[in-house]
């Protein structure tokens, strides 16, 4: 099976999110393992709110949910408010997914 890293950059209610969630779930059943990792406005769905429930969903289902650490800093978003199924990580995560041959893609 592949390794899939989606990055999104988009917040939570743009027109994609939607579809890149069926996707990145749709990959996962299939047995792929994917990482979500969230940068610039897409670290507002990071937060501990209904915004953020598709990507408990994702975690829920064995996706890796990544939020980007200086994006968060950036959007005044603090460790206190990310919920337990979100890591914070610095963008080389992505760097070194790309040297080991992950599919990225950039949404």
């Not at 743009?14 to 990482?35: C, D, E, W, Y």
């Not at 979500?36 to 975690?59: C, H, I, M």
């Not at 829920?60 to 939020?67: F, K, N, P, Q, W």
């Not at 968060?72 to 080991?100: N, T, Y």
Request: proline share 5%.
């Amino acid at each position: 099976m592949s390794n899939f890293t989606f990055i999104l950059s988009q917040g939570p209610f743009h027109s994609r999110f939607p579809f890149t969630n069926k996707m990145v779930k749709q990959l996962k059943a299939q047995g792929h393992r994917v990482t979500v990792f969230l940068v610039q406005n897409g670290t507002l769905s990071a937060r501990d709110s209904p915004a953020g429930a598709p990507l408990k969903e994702l975690a829920s289902a064995g996706v890796e949910i990544l939020a980007d650490d200086f994006s968060l800093q950036e959007r005044g978003i603090v460790q206190g408010e990310i919920p337990g199924h979100i890591s914070v990580a610095s963008l080389e995560r992505v760097v070194d997914d790309l040297a080991a041959g992950h599919k990225v893609i950039w949404q």
